[in-house]
Structures are given as C-alpha cells and as structure tokens.
C-alpha cells in the first residue's frame, strides 16, 4: 500500500472544505496547519446570517460580467483564506502553512491557476503564515512563500502605482 504524501492529505481536506463554499464561480477551501496539526479551515461563503450566492440564485459578479480578479468588494463571499484566519488565534498561525484547493463551479473540475487575492495575502502574511500551497492537479501543487509577499510587493503594480 502506497501512502499519499502529508502535502496531499491536506490539500485533500483543504479540497473537502472547499464542496462547502456557495460562490457560482469557484469553490474555494483553506487548511491552515502548524506541527502537523490542523489549525483551522475555511471556505467562500457569506458573512454569518446574510443570503449566499446559491441561496439568492445568481451571482452579483457573474451577473455584471465582471472579470475574474476584480472588483472583489462586489462579492458576497468571505474568501476561504479570510474565513481560516479568522477561525484560528495568531499564536497557532505564526510559522503555519496555508493549503488552498479550488474547484470550478462550472466545470466541476480542479481550478487552475489559483492565486490568493491581494486582500487575502495581506491577511496571511499579518497572520504570520509562512508558506502556502495550492493545489494544481490531484497530485501536484505550487509552492508560495509568503516572504516573497513581501519582498516582491506586486500589490502596488495592481493599484496603479
């Protein structure tokens, strides 16, 4: 018997979370884990008590054809990121790893390509996470340091500056 890899299992879980977000677009799930130990999860869905995307029956984005990466403050959603850093105390999250999956709603398949938005790294890098993982196939992922975050600022290419 052939075990898969400790990197896999989380992005396996990190996958299972994600089935519970309730955006149109994309399916998104977090695990945080520090010493083997998972920390928190979370995944794209509505603050607590308001409506979701698939309870009001359409997304505000998809419906306005707003492209993907923008105009984030249009969205319903809390982003599986944000909603693990905020189920989690910092103490556990200094030195962690983030592992991230994501499914195309449309295609129901692995999403490609995925980044964290840069609202959600300015969240892991002030939660003290270190490295994330994203999920790219089953089996294989990519690799982020989150000291390059900082280092290598491409938020302010974004903004124009």
């Known amino acids: 018997m052939e075990r898969i890899s400790k990197i896999n299992y989380y992005l396996d879980i990190a996958q299972t979370v994600a089935s519970r977000s309730t955006c149109y677009r994309r399916m998104y799930g977090a695990c945080i884990v520090k010493n083997d130990v998972i920390?928190?999860?979370g995944y794209c869905g509505s603050p607590r008590g308001r409506d979701n995307c698939c309870d009001l029956g359409y997304?505000?984005?998809e419906r306005e054809n707003i492209p993907r990466g923008e105009r984030y403050e249009l969205c319903r959603s809390v982003?599986?990121?944000a909603n693990a850093i905020i189920a989690a105390s910092r103490e556990h999250m200094l030195g962690a790893t983030m592992y991230q999956s994501c499914i195309d709603v449309k295609t129901g398949e692995l999403a490609q390509n995925i980044d964290s938005c840069?609202?959600?790294k300015r969240l892991i890098i002030n939660a003290g996470i270190d490295t994330v993982v994203y999920r790219t196939s089953p089996t294989e992922y990519r690799v982020a340091g989150v000291a390059d975050w900082i280092t290598d600022d491409d938020s302010l290419?974004?903004?124009g500056y």
């Open 39 to 41: 920390v928190s999860t």
């Open 59 to 61: 997304c505000f984005r």
């Open 79 to 81: 982003h599986s990121e």
């Open 118 to 120: 840069q609202m959600c």
């Open 157 to 159: 290419g974004a903004i």
